[in-house]
Structures are given as structure tokens and as C-alpha cells.
């Protein structure tokens, strides 16, 4: 310990922690320089040693018997039992169901491929539909949207993409409501559930495509089974919440009644916790969309199709046109559920009850309008395939082609110098003190860390997460990972912090950014990648600023939300002692919104890992482009899937570091340096 | 009880109008205007539905377009195409996604897996276009150091290569991740002093070869033939050790240039049984690589590749009458 004392004298004391006496620093922030100073001068002296870098072609043996998995699956395919009764069955039957739908509302395998029902029919029954969960505004949106789809000439795409969402959600309603309720009702249940979704929710999109493709092959099928894995955790976590929320008193009165088990369930829980569990439909709605979307990557058909061929040929034209359906179809879907939750409100049956009959008369009167539109439909030409005349999906193209031209011929002194600028200046150094320095010194150093931050326990989680990398022989492409990620957490806190604080400081800056962050964080992660690729090439600038555009939205709330949050006597007895507005933010507001900064660094971090795999397709390396590439190419195949691990273990170990860092102030860890 | 009344109450309507529907539907489930249009287009024995994988280079939309405008246009088939990766389309054969691959390079790990031991794929013979992979530079370069197309001379000029990704090495420019590839094995084995940057598709290495060649700035990069653009920037190919049989039989320790591959195409063997004109198709169809580049030109030029098809179909009747014959 007095080694690490002695280090007091180059402890600076950076932040401003108030209540903490000056002369003696607290015991973390010596940890923490100690462990600045192991890292810097390992870095100095052992530079280039003991790096661990395995050359792009190579392989480990682990990675050869994960090979060898490929081939037995191939080979065991026909007659294991296990995928005999349990996989092929599994995905014959979602593929009938998929094959409803997209039949249904997108286009038949044969003839001239068009939707079952035609597109008017299409238009038609969607419209009533949302009427019927919802209220007319949002009926009229949907129709809106989806005529907008055909004269964008992308009709069967997007509802291709919205046969195949609405696939998943309902298995995936099919298999999370059930496990919501258990976990509802059984504490048991919710703490073995818990974990396995807190791990569901840290997996990258991208990572279990490749594995799921490999047992249930590529197809609708495994794009719907990786869409409904995506999608159940906030579908279970909010009917579980929905469940548990209800008042003691509440549920006692009715067991008072002597009602049973399943009574209670059916009559006082589920219609209780109504509203939460279409909340979590609302959620898994819009991540099954965002899943979808980079299922394209598994022949999954619609829109994400015209985005992966338009990454591929840099048609920033067609990428554009295809992303605003995307963002269209994710407002429709996020408005119509959102209207079916206020609908599905205790109170709201109640307000209208007046005009429920009316209601009732008009959905029946107007779904004969919609049976004789769908029969039309099947009948003629006109109303079976979208009119060709009014497609101007083209025209938006080459509008957007030619903007994007005169874009990059003006723009691009601008843009390679601040790639070249930051890439040389911040990203290149910043990755060579992970990449060069000797991997023994930098689990000391994340050791180090980890304890000063969470005691013991979180030094032997990030230890054990650190070895499991190693195991997996892909250290140094994790440390260019960890390289591109805190980078991109640094700038997304960086826009966190100056815009929450300007929302928490002024309802009216509040009112003007929200929509645009909600909007940002509806849109799927591919959407973002292409007018990024236009500008800056295929860099890990680019990948870097598409995951900082993902991740701050959601930072920037919440440390929104911690502003606003501090009790505003506070803050004016600050003022009245003739504070300055910048002593305030930075002596007051800051501090005391330590926790909810450290929550904005967490997620920040979890979204920026989240895109890495993406960012891997515009030219991220390291871990996500070993997943790529794994994916693509057989040979490598077992290296992609150890990659998806290792980005696993990197993100729970970054998790679990910055959530101890948000639960555990610095000045309650009681200090034996006395 | 109450509350549950009227819940069923209000989701009644909805139950009932999915039940009407779905009566509706089984009502006309026989004859609609999709399938009967169809069917009138056909001529002589049914076709059926065609999917083809679309792997993601100019050349392979070329041949794929020219295949479908004629079994769509002449053969009245179903044409579904699928944007998929190279190796990603093979497991198509498996699943039934994939009924066509109409170039195929090499894949001989891949030709076993699927042709030889699961037997759900049938080679349908070459396309008749003959593929070079290798490394090229911009014909600015090769004239001023002539002596660079020569690979073992390449660690001389690699700082010249030096880019921000490239970390102190030379940088090889390759293409899309999913491409034939043996560039980071070559790098190692060959003790090249550069690292390989991938600009993610061939668009993007087409652009960085066009601006390079403009701005007179080095490159080395990872390119192929056939490929229209050689008509418009002549790269010059760099001489690695010449390939001989075997030496690429490990990916991991390959160290010679790449083969001369005989592109072909793959049908599934579901395609191949079913006796439709579509597979007789996909086993006639032969053309040179100049036939290739002029479609590939004009779906470059702003056509759709469907126009550019038929541009071409038009003006080659009488091969496209051999392919059927």
C-alpha cells in the first residue's frame, strides 16, 4: 500500500470532489493513478511485446474445432435427432407461418408475384387494423405510409419487412408474454430469467446470425428465429414488470374473494398490467424492425436487401430512398402500438363508452369496405399490383445521387482532413497503447480498475472475462475494438453532457430535441451507415461516428433526465449565493447527477458495442470484422464465431465496470489510509 | 368477471374480422389475377420459379440479368432474386433459398461440401468467361516505376503505400470481405511489409482505383477480370510467385499468385430434377468475357440491368437461341 501512496504526489486532482478533504486523495483515485502509471510505463518500456496479435489469416486450434462444428453440423444435418425432431421441425414451421404473411401482404412464390390480397387490399386491411387497436389518426398514417411505400416503388420491400416483423412479434409475444407472466408471479423465475436477458440484451445483432444460419440455414426462417431472440427481452421484462407492479392491497382484496390461481391471473393481473405488457409489445416491435433489417444478411427479403446492395455499390441514392421506408414504416409501427397502449389503459373504456357503439357499427361497416377492396384486388390488375405510373422512387434516387455527388466533390478537402485528423491524431495513438502494450500489464491495469471501482469481486469478473479473450486468441483484435468503442463513448459523453445539460436546464431546449432523439433511436442501426460511407469512405472513422450517432441519443437523455431531476432548491439556493450559470452546472448540476452520467456512460457503451459488428460492413476491424468475415467466408468461420464471443465478455466486462462506477459514489468507500 | 366480458367484447370485432378475412380468402382461394396472368405468359413446358443469388460485383449482375430477362421474357418463369453473400448463397442450396449461382469462383471446399457429400447442388457448366484474381497498381504507376509489377520488389515501395489504416505498413486495398480472398495469408507468407484494409465492396475499390489514377496517388489493391472498368483505367497486374497446382491447398499457408479460374455456374439439384426450361437455360448459357463487360458497362452507365439484358439479348438472338436449343 505505501508504494501506492507514494504515487500521491502526481495524483492531480481532476475533478472536483467536494466533500473529500484536499491533502488526501481518496483511495480510488490512487488506485486508479497507480493504475494509469502501470499502464503508461509498461507501455514505454515493454512496448511491442507480449501483444498477442494473431495475424489476420491465422487461426488458433480453438478456432479449427470450431470449424470442424461447421462440418458436423453440415454433415448431421439429415439424420441427428436433434435437428431431425427439434430444428428442422422448428423452422419448417416458422417458415409456414413467415410464408402466411409474406404471401399475405408482400408477394407469392409464384405467378406474378404479387401479395395474396393485392396492395389495395394490403392498404385497406392495414388501415382498418390500426383503426381497430388504435384510433383513426393513426389509421390515416398507415395508410398514408404505406401508399407512400408504392410511389417510392418499394411496395413489396417494405411490406416484405412488415410481413416478416409481423412474424416475429407475434411468436415472439407467443413465446415472451407466458415467460413474463412466470416471472411475473414466481420470484424463482425472474431470477434465472434475469441474467439470461441481460446477456440476450449485450449480444450484438450481428453476432448470432452466423451460428443461427449454420443450424436452421439461411432464409426467413432463422431471420424470424434471430429477429424473436432479439425481440423477448423487453417483451418479458415489461410483462413481468406489469405484473409485479400491482398494488399488494389491490391483488389481497381479490384473494379475499377467494379467487384461484389462474382466476386471479385472468381476471385481475393480465388486465392490470395491460398497458406495460402492450408497452413491451411497443419495444419488441421496433427491435424486431431493427433486426430484421440486418437479416437481409441471412436472405431474409425487404428493404434491408436494397440497403445491404445499395452499401455495396455506394448507391447513397437508393439507400436513402430505402431508409425512409425504413423510418416510415418504424413510425407507423411505434405510433399504431403506442396508440393501442393508451387504448388499452384502465381508465380509457370507460371515457368513451359513449361512443362505443358508434365505434363498433363503424369497424363493421368499414371492414366490408375492406373485404370488397381485398376481393377487388384479387380480381384486377390495377388494384393487385401497385400502379407503375406513379412510382417515383427514380426520381428520388438521382435526387439524392446528385446531392450526394456535389456533397462529396465539395465537401471532401473537409471531410479526409478531420478522418485523417482524428484518425491520426486520437484513434492511431490511443489504439496502439491497448494494441502495443504487453497484455499482462493491461489486465493488471483493468484489474486495477475494476477494484478501485467495484472491490475484489469485479477485479475477479474482469479477470476472468479478460482470460476468457485470451483464450479465445483474439486479444488484440478485442484491443482495437476496446480502442474504437471508448473513443466513441468519449464523444458520445462529450454530446451527452452538452446537450443534457442544455434539456435539463431549459424545458423549451427539452421540447425542440426530444423528438429528434426519439426519431434517432426508432431508426434502424443499418440506416445510419450510408450517408456516413458517402462522406468518409470505408473507415473506422466511419464506423466510429455511425456508432456515436446510435449511442447518444439515449446518453443524452438520461443525463437529461439526471439534470432535471436534482431538486430545484438546490439549484436556487446555488444562484441566490451568486453562483455563476457555469459554477452551477459544473459545481452543482454535474455533480450531482454523477449516477445518472455514469448510467449515460454505461448504455452509451453498450450501444456503441452494438454497432461495432455493424460498423465492421463500413470498415470497422478488429472483433467485428472478424464476424464479417467469418460470416462470408467458410474457411475463417470459426474465428468469426469465437470473435462473437469475445465481443460477449468485452461487453459484460464494460458493463459491469461503468454500472459499478454509477452505483458506488467514491466518497462512501471507506478509506483504511488513515 | 366484468373486466374479462369486456375484454372479449373489444377484441370481438377484431376476431371477427380476421375470421371474415380468412374466410374470404379460402372463399377465392382458387383463381386470382396474379396467378392467372401468369400462367398465360408461359409457353410450352412450365417453368415455375427460379431463385437466383445475387452475389455482389458488376459482372455477376451482368450474367444474372442477362438469365433472368430471358427465362422471364422467353421461358415465362418466376424469377425471385436474392441479394447474398458469394459463400452465403452455396447454404442456399441446402435450405431451397437458392435454385442459381451464375458465377462461380472456385469454391472447391465448397463444390465438395455441397456437390460431392450432400449432393443438394449440380455444376452447370462454365460460363465461358476465364477469371483472373490478383494485385494490381494504376497504369500512372507502373509506367513511372516499371519495375514494381514485379511482387518481389513490392517491400521497396511499401512506405510509399502507407495509409491512416494501414498502421505503418504498405496498404493492399481489397475489396468486400466476402470475395475471394488469400491477401492476408500472402502478406505473412510472402514477409510483405504491408497489411491488408478491406474498402468493404467493389464499388468502393473501383472508386479508389479511378481517384488514384486521377489524382496520381499510389495504390495497390486487390481486382479482378472480367471487369468493365479495365476499359476505362488499364491497371497493371503485379507478378506474385506463380501459382502451381496445390500451393493455394491451405488457406493458411498459401504463398503463390492466385489460379486462372473457370467461372461456372451451380444449380440446385431441385432445379436440376425438375426438368424445367430454366435449368436447360442455366446449362446453356455461355458467353465471352466481352459480351459481359458491354452489359456490365451499361449497368454501370445508369441502366437498369434489366434494360441493359435486353439490349443485349436483342442485339445476340441468335445465341440466346443456341442457349435454348
Known amino acids: 500500500m505505501s508504494a501506492l501512496v507514494q504515487e500521491r504526489a502526481t495524483a492531480q486532482p481532476t475533478q472536483a470532489i467536494a466533500s473529500e478533504p484536499r491533502r488526501r486523495p481518496s483511495r480510488r483515485t490512487v488506485l486508479l493513478v497507480s493504475a494509469a502509471v502501470v499502464w503508461i510505463l509498461g507501455f514505454l518500456i515493454l512496448n511491442g511485446t507480449s501483444t498477442l496479435a494473431l495475424p489476420a489469416s491465422e487461426l488458433t486450434d480453438l478456432h479449427r474445432s470450431l470449424n470442424q462444428f461447421n462440418a458436423w453440423v453440415a454433415a448431421n444435418r439429415a439424420d441427428n435427432p436433434v435437428f431431425l425432431y427439434i430444428f428442422t421441425p422448428l423452422r419448417s414451421a416458422v417458415d409456414a407461418v413467415a410464408n402466411l404473411f409474406t404471401t399475405t401482404f408482400a408477394a407469392t412464390t409464384t405467378g406474378l408475384r404479387l401479395p395474396e390480397i393485392g396492395w389495395l387490399g394490403t392498404v385497406a386491411l392495414l388501415t382498418w387494423i390500426a383503426f381497430a387497436v388504435g384510433n383513426i389518426r393513426v389509421a390515416l398514417l398507415t395508410a398514408a405510409v404505406f401508399v407512400f411505400f408504392g410511389i417510392q416503388g418499394l411496395f413489396v420491400e417494405a411490406t416484405y419487412t412488415f410481413a416478416l416483423v409481423l412474424t416475429s412479434v407475434l411468436l415472439t409475444l407467443l413465446v415472451g408474454i407466458p415467460l413474463g407472466v412466470l416471472a411475473g408471479i414466481y420470484g424463482r423465475v425472474a431470477r434465472i430469467i434475469t441474467p439470461v436477458l441481460d446477456f440476450m440484451q449485450t449480444l450484438p445483432t450481428f453476432v448470432y446470425l452466423a451460428p443461427l444460419a449454420l443450424v436452421f440455414l439461411i432464409g426467413p426462417a432463422s431471420a424470424v428465429i434471430a429477429t424473436v431472440i432479439y425481440a423477448a427481452?423487453?417483451?418479458?421484462r415489461l410483462t413481468a414488470h406489469g405484473i409485479r407492479r400491482i398494488p399488494e392491497n389491490t391483488r389481497e382484496a381479490s384473494d379475499s374473494l377467494g379467487t384461484t390461481g389462474l382466476q386471479r391471473l385472468i381476471t385481475l393481473q393480465?388486465?392490470?398490467?395491460?398497458?406495460?405488457i402492450v408497452m413491451g409489445i411497443n419495444q419488441g416491435t421496433m427491435a424486431a424492425l431493427s433486426m430484421v433489417t440486418i437479416a437481409a444478411l441471412i436472405a431474409a427479403p425487404g428493404l434491408g436487401q436494397t440497403v445491404v446492395r445499395a452499401l455495396q455499390s455506394l448507391d447513397v441514392g437508393t439507400a436513402v430512398n430505402a431508409g425512409l421506408s425504413i423510418v416510415l414504416l418504424a413510425i407507423v409501427l411505434d405510433r399504431v402500438t403506442t396508440a393501442a397502449s393508451r387504448r388499452a389503459e384502465p381508465g380509457s373504456a370507460r371515457k368513451r363508452s359513449a361512443s362505443r357503439k358508434t365505434r363498433s357499427i363503424f369497424l363493421a361497416v368499414?371492414?366490408?369496405?375492406?373485404?370488397?377492396?381485398v376481393q377487388l384486388s384479387r380480381t384486377m390488375l390495377w388494384a393487385a399490383a401497385f400502379p407503375q405510373d406513379l412510382n417515383v422512387g427514380p426520381a428520388i434516387v438521382q435526387a439524392v445521387n446528385a446531392a450526394s455527388h456535389w456533397l462529396q466533390s465539395n465537401l471532401s478537402l473537409f471531410t479526409v482532413s478531420l478522418r485523417e485528423g482524428v484518425t491520426n491524431?486520437?484513434?492511431?495513438?490511443?489504439?496502439s497503447l491497448l494494441t502495443d502494450t504487453p497484455f499482462y500489464i493491461l489486465v493488471i491495469v483493468i484489474a486495477l480498475v475494476a477494484y478501485a471501482l467495484g472491490g475484489w469481486k469485479l477485479a475477479v469478473l474482469t479477470t476472468a472475462c479478460l482470460g476468457v479473450i485470451i483464450y479465445l486468441g483474439l486479444w488484440s483484435d478485442s484491443m482495437v475494438t476496446l480502442a474504437g468503442t471508448l473513443v466513441a463513448t468519449a464523444v458520445v459523453m462529450v454530446l451527452g453532457i452538452v446537450f443534457?445539460?442544455?434539456?435539463g436546464r431549459s424545458s423549451r431546449i427539452d421540447q425542440l430535441m426530444r423528438p429528434l432523439l426519439d426519431a434517432g433511436q426508432t431508426m434502424p442501426s443499418f440506416v445510419y451507415l450510408v450517408p456516413f460511407l458517402g462522406l468518409f469512405g470505408a473507415t473506422r472513422f466511419t464506423a466510429i461516428v455511425a456508432g456515436i450517432i446510435y449511442a447518444a441519443p439515449v446518453a443524452i437523455k438520461i443525463t437529461a433526465d439526471g439534470i432535471a431531476g436534482i431538486s430545484p432548491t438546490v439549484v436556487e439556493s446555488a444562484v441566490a449565493s451568486g453562483s455563476t450559470p457555469w459554477q452551477v452546472i459544473t459545481k452543482v448540476q454535474l455533480p450531482m447527477a454523477r449516477q445518472s452520467l455514469a448510467l449515460a456512460a454505461n448504455q452509451g457503451l453498450i450501444y456503441v458495442l452494438a454497432m461495432v459488428v455493424v460498423g465492421a460492413l463500413v470498415g470497422a476491424g478488429g472483433l467485428g470484422y472478424d464476424v464479417v468475415a467469418g460470416f462470408v467466408q467458410s474457411s475463417i468461420f470459426g474465428k468469426g464465431l469465437a470473435a462473437g464471443l469475445a465481443i460477449v465478455f468485452l461487453g459484460i466486462m464494460l458493463d459491469r465496470m461503468t454500472q459499478a462506477a454509477a452505483a458506488a459514489p467514491a466518497r462512501r468507500i471507506p478509506s483504511p489510509v488513515k | 368477471m366484468r373486466k374479462a366480458e369486456r375484454l372479449i367484447k373489444r377484441t370481438m370485432p377484431a376476431v371477427a374480422g380476421a375470421a371474415a378475412a380468412a374466410l374470404l380468402l379460402a372463399g377465392c382461394g382458387g383463381a386470382s389475377v396474379n396467378q392467372t396472368a401468369a400462367a398465360g405468359g408461359a409457353t410450352g413446358a412450365p417453368c415455375g420459379t427460379v431463385n437466383v443469388a445475387m452475389n455482389a460485383w458488376v459482372g455477376y449482375t451482368a450474367d444474372a440479368a442477362v438469365y433472368s430477362y430471358v427465362a422471364k421474357n422467353k421461358l415465362g418463369c418466376t424469377v425471385v432474386q436474392k441479394d447474398l453473400n458469394e459463400q452465403v448463397s452455396w447454404q442456399g442450396f441446402a435450405s431451397g433459398e437458392v435454385d442459381l449461382i451464375m458465377e462461380n469462383w472456385g469454391h472447391a471446399d465448397l463444390a465438395k461440401q455441397y456437390i460431392t457429400d450432400q449432393k443438394v447442388a449440380v455444376d452447370a457448366g462454365p460460363t465461358g468467361n476465364e477469371g483472373h484474381i490478383g494485385w494490381y497498381v494504376p497504369p500512372w504507376m507502373a509506367e513511372k516505376y516499371p519495375d514494381i509489377t514485379d511482387g518481389q520488389n513490392l517491400n521497396k515501395y511499401a512506405s510509399m503505400f502507407t495509409t491512416s489504416e494501414s498502421g505503418g505498413k504498405g496498404q493492399v486495398l481489397d475489396g468486400d470481405p466476402a470475395f475471394v480472398t488469400n491477401d492476408e495469408a500472402l502478406v505473412k507468407n510472402l514477409n510483405l511489409d504491408y497489411k491488408v484494409v478491406f474498402a468493404g465492396s467493389e464499388a468502393?475499390?473501383?472508386?479508389?482505383?479511378?481517384?488514384?489514377?486521377?489524382?496520381?496517388?499510389?495504390?495497390?489493391?486487390?481486382?479482378?477480370?472480367?471487369q468493365w472498368f479495365l476499359s476505362e483505367v488499364p491497371l497493371k497486374k503485379v507478378n506474385l510467385p506463380k501459382w502451381t497446382e496445390g500451393c493455394d491447398a491451405n488457406p493458411e499457408k498459401v504463398a503463390c499468385d492466385y489460379p486462372t479460374y473457370k467461372l461456372n455456374k451451380i444449380i440446385s439439384k431441385k432445379l436440376d430434377d425438375s426438368g424445367s426450361p430454366a435449368a436447360k437455360l442455366a446449362k446453356g448459357f455461355t458467353w465471352t468475357?466481352?459480351?459481359?463487360?458491354?452489359?456490365?458497362?451499361?449497368?454501370?452507365?445508369?441502366?437498369?440491368?434489366?434494360?441493359?439484358?435486353?439490349?443485349?439479348v436483342d442485339a445476340h438472338q441468335s445465341v440466346v437461341d443456341g442457349w435454348l436449343s
Open chain 1, 233 to 236: 427481452p423487453p417483451v418479458i
Open chain 1, 270 to 276: 393480465l388486465p392490470m398490467a395491460r398497458r406495460t
Open chain 1, 366 to 373: 368499414s371492414l366490408a369496405v375492406v373485404l370488397v377492396m
Open chain 1, 425 to 431: 491524431g486520437i484513434l492511431n495513438p490511443f489504439q
Open chain 1, 500 to 503: 443534457g445539460v442544455a434539456m
Open chain 2, 204 to 226: 468502393a475499390l473501383i472508386q479508389s482505383f479511378r481517384t488514384a489514377q486521377q489524382n496520381k496517388t499510389p495504390l495497390l489493391g486487390y481486382f479482378y477480370e472480367p
Open chain 2, 289 to 312: 468475357n466481352e459480351d459481359q463487360n458491354s452489359v456490365a458497362t451499361d449497368i454501370q452507365g445508369g441502366m437498369t440491368p434489366e434494360a441493359a439484358a435486353k439490349k443485349w
